[in-house]
């Protein structure tokens, strides 16, 4: 119906709002790999179709159960797979929302109604703040998650009881250069510091040092 000259910019732009929101929310993961963002916003492409065709069209009710059912399952997954960290929700969601608000400024509009112009330009300008909101934050440095209010960019586990006051291995994370000589210069086989992915800190054991 829309034509893959509208299809290709909104897939595109969906999987570009992916890697943003992925930025801003999981700077510290592992890469991101994959078009999966790009599948979302084509099912966010739908969902714009609803909205700027509500009364054009015939199976708008059908069309929506399946879409809000679609949205549910993937929303259910996200929740209950706790311990799947490599699966980039984040960049779904990203994908989902540029795909809704390219969907609303690219889809075939098949009665254009005063209201419906508007919310081509809301849409629009609100895409264009979100770009721009997500390439400020990620121009910072030290990188911060918009969950964390600590930037860093450094973390290891250390071994230390004269610091931590246990014996058992403990996260830290730093974000100038000093604090990383620090923890690099103490690593012996007394007082060993090893490399750590950071989903074992954050999800596992926590942060027990940050500066």
């Not at 918009?146 to 014996?167: A, E, H, I, M």
Request: hydrophobic share 45%; glycine share 8%.
């Amino acid at each position: 119906m829309h034509g893959w000259y509208r299809m290709i910019p909104v897939f595109n732009i969906g999987v570009a709002g992916g890697a943003l929101c992925h930025m801003v929310s999981n700077p510290h993961s592992v890469g991101l790999v994959g078009m999966s963002a790009g599948c979302y916003a084509l099912m966010a492409m739908n969902m714009a179709d609803l909205v700027m065709n509500w009364k054009q069209n015939r199976w708008r009710y059908p069309k929506l159960a399946v879409l809000i059912l679609l949205l549910v399952f993937d929303i259910t997954i996200a929740q209950v797979s706790t311990g799947d960290h490599a699966t980039g929700h984040s960049a779904h969601f990203g994908g989902y929302v540029a795909g809704l608000l390219m969907g609303v400024a690219l889809v075939r509009n098949l009665k254009v109604e005063r209201w419906e112009r508007v919310l081509q330009v809301v849409a629009l300008c609100t895409g264009l703040f979100l770009i721009i909101f997500c390439l400020a934050w990620n121009s910072r440095w030290a990188p911060r998650s918009v969950w964390d209010s600590t930037p860093w960019c450094y973390s290891r586990q250390v071994y230390n009881f004269s610091l931590f006051g246990n014996k058992k291995w403990n996260c830290v994370r730093c974000a100038d250069a000093e604090c990383m000589d620090k923890f690099n210069s103490m690593n012996s086989a007394m007082t060993p510091v090893a490399k750590v992915g950071i989903n074992v800190c954050e999800h596992t054991l926590g942060w027990a040092y940050t500066r």
